[in-house]
């Protein structure tokens, strides 16, 4: 998800490319591509064709990126939505449905993913916050070079090697069991680096004269970052952190290795199998050929991209009326 | 840059006011408030230090006694036989087919996705431009999982008459040899990965073009360029950079992805004679991996797996660090 379109100041100029070419019909100059195709002589006429050309394949890339593209929405919305409007879906779960029947819920993943990404969010926010301060406000010479690139490698991690890193320390070291919260802790290896960097663009953009007006009163760093940096730039953090939530939602690798899916209500992190969106559309994988396991599976997906989509817009929403004031 | 990879390239860029932001300044009093508050900053940022060590120390603490058993040369070995009294175990197969597959996702996905990004900020109508846009963000969000089951349920049967073309016409290139296996094939694999990844390009390509400065454009413009010209010559070459880390980091994607491909792949057969044909099946370092979470028994059958991923995280480090080193050489340009 792009949010720095978002998160941008309120755009009240006009975009630079309308500017010099938005019109495409009229460039400067009065040629249009078409124009130019019939009144330039030779040389001139292989430059037109070129820029015709590449009109064309752009259109053409759009289309051809937009097939797949919509195709997916399509074709999960089409085939998800009437597990959906089922009686259980919302209050129900799978306990005792097979792969060949039809009906049962969806509430325990739904409540299983969302506790699940609480948890995850709590452990993950504050660290990646004071992160984020800590390179914006504090950060000087070597240690903040080393934490950011250490940020860099850190959102590289791919979701399965956090997840095996887990299963070292957590499983193989401590002797824990898989659990919810393992795969949690997985997670949260995955969201701090979003946190980090959607913090420290917005605290950038944090006017300078605000901190030096507060300085200036005599009010200690540690306040002004509080009371003054934060909050100036909280509701960007918000968003931050809800796209840093509605990605690690859909996360399937450290589930897959650290909390095994579960048909019942399951409420314990600690212990046991976990119930969970991503799990849940994973646990029909073999039998999607059956219709009925093919419609859960729809069903799921459909669930986690709405619960995803209700994080990105409430984020944008709260990006767009909070944005930083110049 | 974007949070789609949460990677940024702001750091030490100038704030929006042109200034450098706040570095070193001497603001903090000394007081407990002051130490408590930048001690927990200064914590947290180190914490995130000692988590990468930690990362990379306990995957090869737990990959060496592996290793160390291993029977089978690790880097050239085919065989996948971790446990037991004599366990032997190589990357070969794993190697070849995730980064191909993540070479066939670039080869389609940068190309398309420049040019969906260039179409959006240069070609579009203007009021195409937001709902597109926002369009290609909210793909960019959905969860790989569901590409990977559309792969599995919608586009394979879609694919397949494609595939058997090409191998009817072109089967005597080694590349694309017919092997008797349809659905999960590299090739397929390659093209599901470039769907997933082609939002990610698009995204960031398109905020970097957006940033084209307008003086650049207005003067190729005023020289008389047509507009292709024009973006040759100022929109493309001020994008490039940003379009190198934004393709560097779709192949991070790719080369990691799990879920999706473990919903596609074909596993091969112990013993299958090597094959070149990217029309062939084969596991992912991912999709090995998670496939047989439930194998996780015995420690050096984990281990084999730790040392799998190993390869994998390094692999993706060094991505991760061309992409670092491509934004850090911008940045010395810009400034």
Known sequence: MSTATDRRLPDDRVPDDQVASGDTSTPPGGRSGRDALSEMSNPHRARAVKDVVARVVMWAAFFLAVVPLVWILGTVIGKGFHMLTTSTWWTGNQRNVNSDDFGGGARHAIEGTLQMVGITALIAVPIGILTAVYLVEYGRGHLARVISFTVDILSGVPSIVAALFIYAIWVTAFGFSRSGFAAALALVLLMIPVIVRSTEEMLKLVPNELREASYALGVPKWATVVKIVLRT?????????????????????????????????????????????????????????????????????????????????????????????? | MSTVTGVSAADQTPGPDGRRPLQADHASTGRVGDRLFGGAATVSGVFVIVLVTLIAIFLIVQAVPALMDNSANFFTSRVWAPGGEQPAFGILEFLWTTVTASAIAMLLSVPVGVAVALFLTQYAPTWMRRPAASLVDLLAAVPSIVYG?????????????????????????????????????????????????????????????????????????????????????????????????????????????????????????????????LFNGGETFASKIANNASEFSNPNKTGAYIAAGLVLFVLTFVVNSIARVVIERRKAFTE
Not at chain 1, 279 to 291: C, P, S, T, V, Y
Not at chain 2, 182 to 198: D, H, K, P
């Open chain 1, 233 to 326: 730039a909280f509701s960007g953090i918000v968003t931050g952190v809800l796209l840093g939530i509605a990605r690690v939602m859909g996360e399937t690798a450290p589930l897959l290795i650290l909390a095994p899916y579960t048909k019942n209500f399951q409420r314990d992190l600690f212990n046991g199998n976990f119930p969970t969106l991503p799990m849940m559309i994973n646990q029909d994988r073999g039998d999607f050929a059956l219709a009925t396991a093919a419609e859960r599976m729809w069903g799921a997906a459909l669930t986690l991209i709405l619960l995803v989509l209700l994080l990105n817009v409430i984020g944008r929403v709260i990006a767009h009326f909070g944005a930083v004031k110049k």
């Open chain 2, 149 to 277: 089951l559309w792969g599995l349920i919608a586009f394979a049967p879609v694919f397949k008459p494609v595939q058997s073309f090409i191998e009817d016409k072109l089967g005597w290139f080694p590349l694309f040899a017919p092997t008797g296996i349809s659905g999960g094939t590299i090739c397929f694999i390659g093209v599901v990965l470039a769907i997933m990844v082609l939002p990610i390009v698009t995204a960031l390509s398109r905020e970097v073009f957006d940033q084209t400065p307008t003086a650049h454009k207005e003067g190729a413009l005023a020289l008389g360029a047509t507009q292709w010209e024009m973006i040759r010559t100022s929109v493309l070459p001020f994008g490039r950079p940003g379009v190198i880390s934004a393709s560097m980091l779709a192949l991070g994607r790719a080369l990691g992805e799990t879920i999706a491909v473990t919903f596609l792949v074909s596993a091969l057969a112990d013993g299958n004679p090597w094959s070149w044909s």
